[in-house]
């Protein structure tokens, strides 16, 4: 089973302050899709990274997937209200041709940004 | 380009009863794949379909059941309803199967078995 610990679980900060959310897992993913859903919607995709080492900015949130594509972190940088949600990591991975389609997602991180 | 759809949003049904949820993906895209949402679990793959065939499935019980049409739209069935299966469940369309394609999720049906 490949497991993806997303850390923390619940994150509760003021604007304005910065946070990093952690994506680990034991094995190897061909990519890694970070997703963030408000209540009753479904995930919204932020970024899919495909390449060990490589870092995406977007906006003030910055991505960074593992040299060894085992690891994943999504850091946001002056926080703003408008960020609260649940954040998901999700990964993807060729196990034989079975992985078709099929995501593993982390627990996620609710953030709460208060004003 | 109009998102991923689902059919209905809220539903409730009671135990013992069966339920069938619609999905139609973006325009253009082929691969369609059903997760179960829940607090407890979190989200979990249920099955993906691509080109009208079933290509992988989660670790759910026989009585969860899926079918893809030409058009690729997509529906998922659930017999015998159990308290249990009470979840958001989540539709994801993309263009092609296989890892590393970016999946597009709807808005999602919420299902309440009483």
């Known amino acids: 089973t490949q497991l993806l610990e997303q850390s923390p679980q619940f994150l509760s900060i003021q604007e304005g302050e910065n946070l990093t959310v952690y994506c680990n897992s034991s094995s190897v993913f061909s990519s890694l899709q970070w997703y963030r859903q408000e209540p009753g919607e479904g995930p919204v995709l932020l970024v899919t990274?495909?390449?060990?080492?490589e870092v995406k900015k977007l906006k003030r949130l910055t991505f960074q997937f593992g040299d060894a594509r085992k690891d994943s972190s999504l850091h946001i940088t002056a926080a703003q209200p408008g960020d609260t949600g649940l954040y998901l990591c999700?990964?993807?991975?060729?196990?034989?041709?079975?992985?078709?389609?099929?995501?593993?997602f982390g627990q996620g991180t609710i953030l709460t940004v208060h004003p | 380009k109009a998102g991923v759809t689902q059919t209905p949003r809220y539903l409730i049904k009671t135990r013992g009863q069966q339920v069938t949820l619609s999905c139609s993906p973006i325009s253009g895209h082929r691969s369609v794949s059903w997760y179960q949402q829940t607090p407890g679990q979190g989200l979990q793959f249920l099955f993906e379909y691509f080109s009208e065939t079933q290509r992988n499935k989660g670790n759910f019980p026989g009585r969860f059941s899926g079918r893809q049409f030409s058009n690729s739209r997509s529906e998922m069935n659930v017999s015998t309803l159990e308290l249990g299966d009470s979840a958001l469940y989540l539709c994801?369309?993309?263009?092609?199967?296989?890892?590393?394609?970016?999946?597009?999720f709807g808005p999602g049906t919420r299902l309440t078995v009483l």
């Open positions: 990274v495909v390449t060990g080492g």
């Open positions: 999700a990964g993807a991975r060729n196990a034989g041709g079975t992985s078709y389609g099929k995501l593993t």
């Open positions: 994801a369309s993309s263009y092609a199967s296989g890892s590393g394609n970016e999946q597009f």
